[in-house]
């Protein structure tokens, strides 16, 4: 009943850009942390961006920093990354995620999470 659902992923040119969309179906985003994590072919998952349900605070990894975005739309219950200035090696598979709660610096760790979506590839060429 509660799930999420990644889309928008696709092949892109290096400097282009994607907009990926995590729709919720049985969990309304707010109240809730959301994250977008991603993971290449025999690396570990790595933290791409978060946000708290309120809007007021944003944190993004220092490889992305300036280059990706993560937004929500409240009436449309979905959350967005949008990636411009693509790079070869953002190349991975994006998962989105929720959270109950962020204690510290914890929106940077997978196991933070509660619910994850099923991911969606992106792939950028050189």
């Known amino acids: 009943q509660v799930q999420l659902v990644e889309s928008g992923g696709g092949l892109v040119q290096a400097g282009g850009s994607l907009r990926l969309s995590c729709a919720a179906s049985?969990?309304?985003?707010?109240?809730?942390?959301e994250g977008w994590f991603r993971q290449a072919p025999g690396k570990e998952r790595e933290f791409v961006a978060a946000?708290?349900?309120?809007?007021?605070?944003?944190y993004y990894a220092d490889s992305v920093k300036g280059r990706f975005t993560i937004s929500r739309d409240d009436a449309k219950n979905t959350i967005y990354l949008q990636l411009n200035s693509l790079k070869p090696e953002d190349t991975a598979v994006y998962y989105c995620?929720?959270?109950?709660?962020?204690?510290?610096?914890?929106?940077?760790?997978?196991?933070?999470?509660?619910?994850w979506g099923q991911g969606t590839q992106v792939t950028v060429s050189s």
């Open positions: 049985g969990r309304t985003f707010s109240r809730y942390g």
């Open positions: 995620a929720t959270a109950i709660s962020f204690n510290g610096r914890a929106y940077e760790r997978s196991d933070a999470y509660d619910l």
């Open positions: 946000m708290w349900w309120s809007g007021g605070n944003t």
